[in-house]
């Protein structure tokens, strides 16, 4: 079972020309989407987070369970889901304009225990920059890595949400010790500053880094370095591709059981290869469509 922590919210798309031309709610959120991926991928998933009791927060645990996400974990509060409005750019990237003061998901207190059967733990985005839930989930964080589970980070830095980018910086080289896999844009590791090799001697057993359409490399502790090309697509925009690379890579190493630092150490270049081709499919699927919307198992062929 792998659990995901984190905020879920509602993403407002535009679907026209013109800033506010036929903005759409859609369910989001980083961890949000990569519950709903994994889920859809087939893999036992808990979502662990806090959602508002509002017509918002109903339709984001909807979503949830239409992927056969278990949200026995959730907390529910009466405080409105955060809005993201969303700008898209010409070649289909997307940047946010957040709407946070008060909202559910800040309120989140770490549960005392993991569900029984937790493989894994995946956090990121927004929850680990918002106090007072941001402080909750590094304990979370924490105290999984501290029991041995595997963890993993994808910070997928919102510049917009983080006031002192110098203490942020500072906080996320504090996590390195708990996690397993990081795995983060291109972006955010120029904005973050480092390299692959200084993350992985800080904690990390491999660092997966996306390149929009030119791919994925990952980066592991023994010097290695895998890399594959991007899959072609007409894309639509990149909202939630990241979060659906996240859900493939756990994907793919929950069915090579390969959930622990030890086992990616033993997964060579054939390993890191077809994973890496996974989560390039899964998320070339995930930008052809609007909104985060992404693959189900049967779309993506042999893993």
């Given amino acids: 079972m792998i659990v995901v922590a ?27 989407n990569t519950a709903v991926a994994l889920g859809r991928l087939g893999s036992p998933t808990v979502f662990c987070s806090r959602v508002s009791r509002d017509a ?7 979503g949830l369970a239409d992927a056969g996400v278990d949200v026995s974990s959730v907390q529910r509060g009466g405080e409105p889901t955060t809005l993201a409005v969303a700008t898209i750019g010409a070649d289909g990237s997307a940047a946010y304009s957040f709407y946070v003061e008060g909202t559910a998901d800040r309120l989140f207190t770490a549960p005392d225990r993991l569900p029984d059967g937790t493989r ?19 304990e979370l964080l924490r105290a999984a890595a501290g029991q041995g589970v595997f963890t993993a980070l994808d910070p997928n830095v919102r510049t917009g949400l983080i006031p002192d980018p110098d203490a942020y910086r500072a906080r996320f080289k504090g996590w390195l010790p708990s996690v397993s896999l990081l795995k983060l844009s291109e972006e955010d590791a120029r904005w973050l500053g480092g390299t692959p090799r200084e993350w992985l001697a800080a904690g990390p057993s491999a660092v997966v880094i996306t390149r929009g359409g030119d791919g994925l490399t990952a980066f592991t502790r023994d ?23 996240n859900a493939a890579l756990l994907h793919g190493l929950a069915a090579r059981n390969a959930l622990s630092p030890a086992a990616l150490a033993e997964l060579g270049p054939r390993g890191w290869t077809g994973l890496l081709r996974f989560a390039a499919r899964a998320a070339a699927v995930t930008c052809s469509r609007a909104g985060a919307e992404p693959p189900y198992a049967r779309e993506l062929g042999d893993l």
């Fill in 223 to 245: 010097g290695s370095v895998h890399s594959v090309p991007g899959e072609p697509v007409d894309v639509v925009d990149t909202i939630g591709a990241g979060d659906t690379v």
């Fill in 120 to 138: 894994a733990v995946s956090f990121g985005t927004c929850s680990l920059v918002l106090e007072p839930g941001a402080s909750a989930y590094e």
């Fill in 6 to 32: 984190g905020e879920a919210l509602i993403d407002l798309v535009p679907q026209g020309s013109g800033a506010l031309a036929g903005l759409t709610p859609r369910p989001g959120g980083g961890p949000y």
């Fill in 56 to 62: 918002f927060g109903e339709a984001l645990l909807d």
